[in-house]
């Protein structure tokens, strides 16, 4: 195991974090619930599955975790969120400058995936 986890939970969202990202995490679970709740009544998704969020302190971290991509890509681009949505797994920069932003957009996908799946 290389990180000591933490974990929090409210509704269906539970963020795990480790180091010194605890504060961050409660800030990101916050976020999270209220964009869970704002996408769903906008999408009328009315049943939203649990969402894990991996709440990484650094880069460095997080891109071990990340699917494999081009050398082009990963020197011109920094990943500070990606959705696993089959999962319901986010894995997010906590220590990023728009880390909230970013968690907001992330559960975008999972519910925008939830509301698909439910219209098709």
Known sequence: ???EWG???ENSITV????PTKNRAEQMLQASVEA???MANVLDVSNVRPIN???YNNYR???GALPPSSQAVREGLKTEGQAFTAFRVLLVLAMGEDFLGVTSHEITHVIVDDAAATAS
């Open 61 to 63: 971290h997080m891109v």
């Open 1 to 3: 195991q290389r990180f």
């Open 16 to 19: 795990f974090y480790y180091g």
């Open 7 to 9: 974990s929090m939970s």
């Open 36 to 38: 869970v709740e704002r």
């Open 53 to 55: 969020i991996m709440a």
